[in-house]
């Protein structure tokens, strides 16, 4: 297919330029992947897509990776991708994790009292395409593993300030 004629298909999935849609052609390569991130969009509101928009659906990278894949406990793919996670991305991991532990803790108890997708995503404060990519896992991150959680995550921060970084995030994993 032509650039034109997938641009042109990309335009009748969501609002996108047709410098937008040549970007995003660009960095996923596929048509197919280009729609399935362009799917997304209707999460977010009824503006029209651009490049920036495009690089947050499109750019995951390796910390991010590392947490989608331990908050899913996916625990070998984590240990993969911790290796991958730059030292100075560990505090910025810490971070991300804290933070998410607190929206999986709320999409836990959103879903527990059966509320649907965008009620529970306005209850967990994120966005609906956030909240669809994690709700699979919420259940797990009762009281008990969020606290639990948020105690590894203590001890790993506080290694860490200590200048701790061989196997920092691999331990992370395996108390997780």
């Known amino acids: 297919m032509a650039e034109d004629e997938a641009v042109k298909v990309l335009q009748m999935f969501s609002a996108i330029s047709d410098e937008a849609a040549r970007y995003l052609l660009s960095v996923t390569t596929e048509l197919g992947r280009a729609i399935e991130l362009l799917r997304k969009t209707s999460y977010f509101s009824k503006t029209e897509v651009n490049n920036t928009i495009v ?38 991991v810490i971070g991300l994790l804290d933070q998410r532990l607190g929206v999986m803790s709320r999409l836990q108890r959103a879903q527990r009292e059966g509320n649907p997708l965008r009620e529970t995503a306005s209850i967990a404060s994120v966005p609906v395409f956030v909240a669809k990519e994690l709700i699979s896992s919420a259940p ?29 995030l691999e331990v992370l994993v395996a108390l997780w």
């Open 55 to 92: 690089d947050l659906l499109v750019n995951r990278g390796e910390d991010e990776t590392f947490v989608f894949d331990l908050l899913h406990e996916r625990k070998s793919q984590a240990c993969a991708s911790a290796a991958l996670v730059p030292e100075d991305s560990y505090s910025a």
């Open 140 to 168: 797990i991150y009762d009281q008990q593993k969020v606290t639990s959680c948020a105690a590894v995550l203590r001890f790993i921060d506080e290694h860490f300030s200590r200048g701790a970084r061989a196997g920092l």
